[in-house]
Every structure is written in structure tokens, then in C-alpha cells.
Nanobody, 124 residues
Framework: QVQLVESGGGLVHAGDSLRLSCAIS????????MGWFRQAPGKERELVAA????????YYADSVKGRYTISRDDAKSTLYLQMNSLKPEDTAVYFC?????????????????WGQGTQVTVSS
């Protein structure tokens, strides 16, 4: 049984940084590319960053490009999202997700496993 557990969210001020972590457990052989999604109240869940299997390719939404960095430490079985220069519009619940694809995928429906989410709130 694959499990993803996010942590690291919180309340910060605009301009601050946060690092989210996603602890991965279960049969890792069935997981390949991974991503971070976010969902603000009343909005669709959107992909903000993704990482291919092996880490050779990354994807970032335009709204976070240059501010967010996705990375994975296989030795620690953990996916990270470093978020810098946070803005109030970054406020959302952040979810990590894993797919069965080797390459990066952007379709939400293609991600097979999801964490429970962690709240990030950025005050102005």
C-alpha cells in the first residue's frame, strides 16, 4: 500500500520561505514521476511542480517558476517543495502525488496516489 504524507505547511508572511516534505512509503517500484498540486478555496486543484523519474526533468507552473523548486531524496524516500518569495495568492492546501509514468505528466487524473494535503497560508 503506497502512502504519501505531507508536512511543513504553516502560516507565513509574504516574502517568506517554506519547505514542504512528502514522506513516501510502500512499494516504490510502482511509483515514478511525482508532483505537487495545490487547491485554493473555490478553485480547481492545479499542478504547480512535477519531477520525472530519476529527476532529469522538471515542470513548474508559470505562477511559481523561479520561486519554487521540486526535488526528491530517494535515500530518505522524501519529495520536497522549496517555496521562496511566497505571495498571498500562494495560499492553498498543497498535495503531493505520484504516478506510474516515467515522464512528467500534467493531467491530474493520471496521478494514482495522493497525500492528505498540508495547508499553506501566506499573509500580506
Amino acid at each position: 500500500q503506497v502512502q504519501l504524507v505531507e508536512s511543513g505547511g504553516g502560516l507565513v508572511h509574504a516574502g517568506d520561505s517554506l519547505r514542504l516534505s512528502c514522506a513516501i512509503s510502500g512499494p516504490l517500484r510502482d511509483m515514478y514521476s511525482m508532483g505537487w498540486f495545490r487547491q485554493a478555496p473555490g478553485k480547481e486543484r492545479e499542478l504547480v511542480a512535477a519531477l520525472s523519474y530519476g529527476g532529469s526533468s522538471t515542470y513548474y507552473a508559470d505562477s511559481v517558476k523561479g520561486r519554487y523548486t521540486i526535488s526528491r531524496d530517494d535515500a530518505k524516500s522524501t519529495l520536497y517543495l522549496q517555496m521562496n518569495s511566497l505571495k498571498p495568492e500562494d495560499t492553498a492546501v498543497y498535495f503531493c502525488a505520484a504516478s506510474h509514468s516515467v515522464d512528467i505528466i500534467t493531467r491530474r487524473s493520471a496521478y494514482a496516489y495522493w497525500g492528505q494535503g498540508t495547508q499553506v497560508t501566506v499573509s500580506s
